[in-house]
């Protein structure tokens, strides 16, 4: 992903973390680490490369230590674990690839498969469009406007744990917040996180409640960016509002929308920690999603192989999806990625 | 593309928009303003409120009374002090960590030439890609061996540094003119000494966004210390609040008050620095 902010050729910011590397911009490389090989002996050349490699090395190896170390390393491990039965403290056995067939004939990840598609179908569109419609709202000059972002942005904050209580209170069937208005105006009390058809949908609109901010705050940038000349030259054609959105601003915003869609939905498929501080997978398993059962497989159950593969089989997915949405807008020409 | 972090989001002017539209945006923005405060008001209403006032049927909007002793129970009877120093000495070693050595691999990668440099920044690269949940596992058996498991040093040593962060630096300094380091190298300073008084005061932004991103990610991370730390003497905020939800799941005011302490330092952080955390959320997905 070279980062939505090629788009427009003139700010990053809204740039993926992947991508914006791989960009065209003027780089400012510094000549200045370059000895002057031309002029140099030989020995005293190795004898500097030595000593640029030592300094290059001595400013990024700490670093690189924590990252490697942490990340790179662990992920060979995991495949490595992948393909053994262990359960940290007996032998480990190896077994090939039956830890991914076993996935295949697994009811329960299949369920969970199931959960988070689900969510993933319900958060993925509604927080962007959500997101699309707050940053059209709040990109004017109004008084109050302040207060209404402030207020809108600031549970962006808020950890899953914060969340997960505050989830579970106002959304209590006895004392909640939420089953006391429906009773004020007269609509019969619902079950929401005991009831196993509403709890993902509660999970949803408590995930957008913390998430909002961060697709609005993209849209807001890439509004701005918009020529104020495109939309004049439509009004001055005789469109009104709503068709120079749809003509001139939202066609403007399609590599926002396709950068927004792909990292939503990379988070959602990797839901976990709103479920384990609402539901912990309940109730009757309703909201048991891939990760919360790679947890589950590996924590609880203490398969370490087992839960790595399915670490390794979500991973693929991911990339899959990635790949996908990456070579479809290239090819439908929005240069998103 | 060089990153360009200088431009926060909430500092963009809005367009002006025509008066007479204003009131239907008012109309529209209040209400939807309220919902997204509502749950933070709930919490700090209902720290506030006697348990035995929650339990009533049926319930009401605002509390009739207003007392502390959900505070005073949670802090005679739970170790939430010393979740918080925990959580205190996480997020600040980590971020400082992270700012000295984000900057040094940053700046290493960004204008030093060395032997494998290409591949050490390729690999850098290749972690952002890999999610957590892949890492739990091998890290948990790691941390095990080390004897990190359930002490606090398990929640710690993930925030000393990040691939995110050493790419961010990296492609600021990118950014920058390298002219201003050329005099400096002609004037005999050594790389850190030009990295320290030349480069990093010109690198506010971006250390502000890194420093934005390690704060928040390090304060409210569940997942991890929850698979690595399992002795409430090493519990982190976020853990002891979740821990609760299982022990106390009755006494809402004591719960709410622990989620007053938990959220309340970031609420305010946010209010008060609100336009670097806009322009850190632009920067990555955090909670992706």
Redesign the interface.
């Known amino acids: 992903m070279?980062?939505v902010?090629?788009r427009s050729g003139?700010?990053?910011?809204?740039?993926?973390?992947?991508g914006?590397?791989?960009?065209?911009?003027?780089?400012?490389?510094?000549?200045?680490?370059?000895d002057d090989q031309r002029s140099v002996p030989p020995g005293r050349q190795k004898r500097k490369?030595f000593r640029?490699?030592l300094?290059?090395?001595?400013?990024?190896a700490?670093?690189?230590v924590?990252?490697?170390?942490?990340?790179?390393?662990?992920?060979v491990?995991?495949f490595i674990?992948s393909l053994q039965k262990w359960n940290?403290f007996g032998s480990q056995v190896n077994v090939g690839n039956a830890n991914y067939v076993q996935m295949i004939s697994d009811d329960e990840l299949h369920a969970a498969v199931t959960h988070t598609v689900l969510y993933t179908a319900l958060f993925v569109p509604t927080s962007v469009l959500l997101g699309l419609f707050?940053a059209v709202?709040?990109?004017?000059?109004?008084i109050?406007?302040g207060?209404?972002?402030?207020?809108?942005?600031?549970?962006?904050?808020?950890?899953?744990?914060?969340?997960?209580?505050?989830t579970?209170?106002?959304f209590n069937p006895?004392?909640?917040?939420v089953n006391?208005i429906l009773?004020v105006v007269g609509l019969p009390q619902q079950g929401w996180l005991e009831n196993p058809s509403q709890a993902m949908v509660v999970i949803t609109i408590?995930s957008l409640?913390?998430?909002?901010?961060?697709t609005t705050?993209?849209y807001?940038?890439a509004l701005?960016d918009i020529p104020?000349e495109l939309l004049e030259a439509a009004r001055i054609d005789g469109a009104n509002v709503w068709q120079s959105f749809w003509h001139v601003t939202f066609p403007q915003l399609a590599p926002v929308t396709a950068f927004v869609t792909i990292?939503?939905t990379?988070?959602a498929i990797?839901l976990?920690?709103l479920v384990?501080?609402t539901t912990r997978g309940g109730p009757l398993d309703a909201t048991e999603t891939i990760?919360y059962y790679?947890?589950k497989a590996?924590?609880k159950n203490l398969e370490?192989g087992y839960?790595?593969a399915v670490?390794?089989g979500?991973?693929a997915v991911?990339?899959l999806i990635t790949v996908g949405v990456v070579l479809y807008s290239r090819r439908s020409k929005v240069e998103a990625f | 593309?060089?990153?360009?972090?200088s431009?926060p989001?909430?500092a963009?002017?809005?367009?002006?928009?025509g008066r007479s539209g204003?009131r239907w945006?008012?109309l529209?923005?209040?209400p939807?303003?309220?919902l997204?405060?509502?749950?933070?008001v709930?919490?700090f209403l209902?720290a506030l409120t006697p348990v035995s006032e929650?339990?009533?049927?049926?319930?009401r909007?605002f509390p009739a009374h207003l007392t502390l002793e959900g505070f005073i129970k949670l802090f005679e009877t739970s170790g939430i002090l010393l979740w918080l120093r925990n959580t205190v000495v996480v997020s600040s070693v980590g971020v400082l960590s992270h700012l000295v050595?984000?900057s040094?691999?940053g700046?290493?990668?960004?204008?030093?030439?060395?032997?494998?440099?290409n591949l050490?920044f390729l690999?850098?690269?290749?972690?952002?890609?890999?999610?957590?949940?892949?890492?739990?596992?091998?890290?948990?058996?790691?941390f095990?061996r080390l004897g990190l498991i359930d002490t606090l040093g398990a929640a710690i040593?993930?925030w000393?540094?990040?691939?995110?962060?050493?790419?961010?630096m990296?492609?600021f300094f990118?950014?920058?003119?390298?002219e201003l380091?050329?005099a400096a190298?002609l004037d005999g300073c050594t790389?850190l000494q030009i990295l320290f008084r030349i480069v990093l005061p010109l690198a506010r932004p971006a250390l502000a966004t890194l420093a934005i991103f390690t704060l928040?990610g390090s304060?409210?991370d569940?997942?991890w210390p929850?698979?690595a730390i399992n002795n409430d003497q090493a519990f982190t905020?976020?853990?002891g609040?979740?821990n609760?939800?299982g022990a106390r799941r009755t006494d809402?005011s004591l719960?709410?008050a622990?989620?007053v302490i938990?959220?309340l330092p970031?609420?305010a952080?946010?209010?008060v620095a609100?336009k670097q955390?806009?322009?850190t959320?632009?920067?990555?997905?955090?909670?992706?």
Request: charged share 10%.
């Open positions: 070279a980062g902010a090629e003139s700010g990053p910011r809204h740039g993926s973390t992947l914006t590397f791989s960009g065209s911009g003027p780089r400012h490389e510094s000549t200045l680490g370059t490369s640029s490699a300094e290059g090395w001595g400013f990024v700490p670093a690189m924590i990252v490697v170390g942490l990340s790179l390393f662990p992920a491990w995991a674990l940290g707050l709202a709040l990109n004017r000059q109004i109050m406007i207060i209404y972002r402030t207020a809108i942005f600031v549970p962006f904050v808020a950890s899953a744990a914060s969340t997960g209580i505050l579970t209170y106002l006895q004392f909640g917040f006391n009773r408590m409640w913390g998430q909002a901010a961060f705050v993209i807001l940038a701005q104020v990292w939503q990379i988070g990797q976990f920690d384990y501080t990760v790679m947890w590996a924590f370490f839960g790595s670490a390794y979500l991973f991911t990339l | 593309m060089a990153i360009m972090i431009r989001t909430g963009i002017p809005a367009r002006p928009v204003s945006w008012h529209l923005l209040a939807i303003a309220f997204f405060a509502l749950p933070f709930q919490m209902t929650i339990n009533k049927f049926p319930p909007f050595l984000c040094l691999a700046y290493g990668f960004a204008r030093l030439r060395f032997r494998g440099r050490g690999a850098i690269v290749a972690t952002i890609m890999i999610p957590t949940q892949l890492l739990m596992v091998p890290t948990y058996i790691l095990a040593v993930p000393l540094a990040s691939a995110f962060g050493i790419f961010l990296r492609q990118l950014s920058l003119p390298a380091e050329e190298v790389r928040l304060w409210n569940l997942v929850l698979i905020l976020q853990l609040i979740t609760f939800q809402w719960l709410m622990g989620n938990a959220t970031l609420i952080f946010f209010i609100q955390f806009l322009a959320m632009t920067f990555s997905g955090l909670k992706g």
